[in-house]
């Protein structure tokens, strides 16, 4: 049986673990955590996400959030769709989840298949490991990365910062999805499923800038939005804070030798479309059906992932950050345009540009 070790426990290494079983490969997964302890904040899955996670065998169901749309801080609506327009333009049924959700649905997939022997924690990786394949599924500041790229720029950051949190569901009952925006600054809200509410808001603030009280700036910035906003941060326990960065610039291929790049250690992008995890589900499928596909001819599964993956993934990212730069022009003038034509424009036109990417057909796997 031919060996790959896979460098990282995230969502994307994970996944690959689980698709390289499946394609006849022995897997190990090294680790840098001791233990798993996946973020306290939720994660948004498009229709390709959950099509690629049933294809590896993860089933997540997916319940609808009856409303979604754009509001101004005091709550006026911008942009408002059913839930059901929003599934038919991106293609399918989506979802939200807490990250310890999805991580374990991937663990337990993972250890119904190998060994527990097969993860070892603790485990910091500099040097690529002997294997017949590496996955580098190590992150945004991928050490394989580095040392297999040199010259690539580090990531950088985009001058946004974030914070997110699990609340529960407010007095006034499970709210829609939404996202409220005033000026560059943003607050989303999306349910998962009836008993929780994760959250996140996003400002321009300089890198490395942290606060004492995390939660107390939230409230500063944020808590005299619209409802349930207040409360959402009043009751939320761990408020987590993140500068966002990203990948500037893709590495020229996804492969080197016998490593493939994967999930963010290839194309960290900003968050703003919602499909990072979702990229990294699907670089692990592909790259999982090429090697199925191939037999043992390895250089030419990693020809074909790097064929597949690169321009997707590019565009994805390429999309995002435009994204991302345009929700932090805070010049009053810019965001008033952007509100305006959010108010007047149809529904669908926005949906249908951040739905677009959720119509990928999942390769499927052996077994
Ligand atoms: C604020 C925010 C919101 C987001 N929202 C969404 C969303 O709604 N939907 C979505 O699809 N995506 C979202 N994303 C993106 C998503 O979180 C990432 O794309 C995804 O987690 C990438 O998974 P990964 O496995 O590639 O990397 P990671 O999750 O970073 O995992 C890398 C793993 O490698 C380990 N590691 C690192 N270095 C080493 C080493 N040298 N040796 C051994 N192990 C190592 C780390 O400990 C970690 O466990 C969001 C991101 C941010 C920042």
Do not use: C, K
Not at 333 to 347: N, Q
Request: no cysteine; proline share 8%; glycine share 10%.
């Amino acid at each position: 049986m031919p060996s790959v070790v896979i460098v990282g426990a995230g969502i994307g290494g994970l996944s690959a673990a689980i698709g390289l079983h499946r394609a006849g490969w022995r897997v190990r997964v090294l680790e840098r955590a001791e233990e798993f302890a996946p973020v306290g904040a939720g994660i948004t899955l498009w229709p390709n996400a959950l099509r690629a996670l049933r294809a590896l065998g993860v089933e997540l169901d997916a319940d609808g959030a009856g409303v979604g749309g754009v509001r101004t801080r005091s709550g006026r609506w911008l942009a408002r769709w059913r839930w059901s327009e929003l599934e038919r333009l991106a293609g399918g049924p989506l979802t939200a989840v807490s990250r310890a959700r999805l991580h374990g649905a991937l663990l337990d997939a993972l250890f119904d298949a190998v060994p527990a022997g097969a993860i070892r924690l603790g485990t910091t990786v500099t040097e690529v490991p002997e294997a017949d394949l590496v996955v580098a599924a190590d992150g945004i500041d991928s050490a394989l990365r580095a040392r297999l790229f040199p010259e690539l720029p580090a990531p950088v950051a985009n001058g946004t910062t974030t914070w997110r949190g699990i609340a529960p569901v407010p007095r006034s009952g499970v709210p829609g999805w939404s996202n409220s925006w005033a000026g560059a600054r943003e607050f989303g809200i999306v349910p998962l499923g009836r008993e929780r509410v994760y959250w996140f808001a996003a400002m321009p603030a300089p890198p490395g800038e942290t606060h004492d009280d995390e939660r107390a700036f939230v409230a500063e910035h944020f808590g005299d939005w619209h409802e349930p906003i207040p409360e959402l941060i009043a009751t939320t326990e761990t408020v987590l804070h993140l500068d966002i960065r990203h990948l500037a610039t893709l590495p020229a291929s996804y492969v080197a030798g016998r490593v493939a790049l994967l999930g963010d250690a290839a194309h960290a992008m900003p968050p703003n479309l919602g499909q990072g995890g979702g990229m990294a589900i699907e670089d692990a499928l592909t790259l999982a059906a090429a090697l199925a596909d191939t037999g043992d001819d390895v250089p030419a599964a990693l020809a074909r992932y790097d064929r597949e993956r690169r321009p997707r993934t590019a565009a994805v990212a390429g999309e995002a950050a435009r994204l991302s730069r345009l929700m932090s022009i805070g010049h009053p003038a810019v965001t008033a345009v952007r509100d305006t034509a959010t108010r007047l424009l149809p529904a669908s036109l926005m949906l249908r540009s951040i739905a677009r990417w959720s119509r990928w057909p999942a390769p499927s796997l052996p077994g």
